[in-house]
């Protein structure tokens, strides 16, 4: 998987956002688009309006309510413990799933749902 693209017509607050949940800077920021460069892949933020442009009307954002983005992060706890810090909208505690993760969910600006999680042993 090389990219993956939210739609938004949230531009700026999901920008931010991602910007302060990846402590990264976006690689690229034209405006209308953001593209967070990591390691597994590129996180791309797409201005809604833009997609009509190009013919893609149909891409709706803060619609979507089955969006799951999972994280993997070395320290779940700690990282929770940050994402408190900047209010994020938590959405589950850290808990231990039954599969081996320890985890927690939270909501962008849009609604979607982040999986941040770190494997345990059982």
């Not at 460069?37 to 619609?63: D, H, I, K, V, Y």
């Not at 089955?66 to 993997?72: D, G, H, K, P, Q």
Request: charged residues 20%; proline residues 3%; glycine residues 6%.
């Amino acid at each position: 998987l090389a990219l993956v693209t939210i739609v938004t017509t949230n531009l700026e607050p999901m920008r931010t956002f991602y910007q302060q949940v990846l402590q990264i800077e976006p690689q690229i920021y034209r405006g209308n688009y953001v593209e967070f460069t990591l390691e597994a892949g590129t996180l791309a933020l797409w201005r809604q309006s833009e997609c009509a442009a190009f013919g893609l009307g149909a891409l709706r954002g803060t619609a979507n309510d089955r969006v799951l983005v999972e994280l993997a992060v070395a320290d779940v706890d700690a990282e929770y413990a940050r994402l408190r810090g900047l209010q994020v909208a938590v959405v589950q505690e850290v808990t231990t799933q039954p599969w081996g993760h320890r985890a927690f969910y939270v909501r962008d600006p849009d609604g979607n749902i982040l999986n941040f999680h770190t494997a345990v042993e059982e």
